[in-house]
């Protein structure tokens, strides 16, 4: 007879590591700087608040243009 952990092929998957995830949130926050957002900002931001941002990148670099005019 098989094991549960032999069956379940989701308790087999891998975990994410801290530094992938990490190393990950620290691109989304270099995008979010590129698209114009300032880096103080972005700082001050939670990583969920980031990824949502990111979700639609072409309304962050608009309001972004905005702000600076």
Not at 40 to 53: E, F, N, S
Request: with cysteine.
């Amino acid at each position: 007879m098989a094991s549960t952990q032999a069956r379940n092929k989701n308790r087999n998957r891998p975990t994410k590591s801290n530094a992938a995830r990490n190393k990950r949130q620290s691109d989304h926050r270099k995008r979010l700087v590129a698209l114009g957002m300032d880096e103080a900002t972005v700082a001050a931001m939670t990583p969920k608040d980031v990824r949502d941002k990111l979700k639609h990148p072409a309304k962050v670099a608009k309001e972004c243009a905005a702000k600076e005019s």
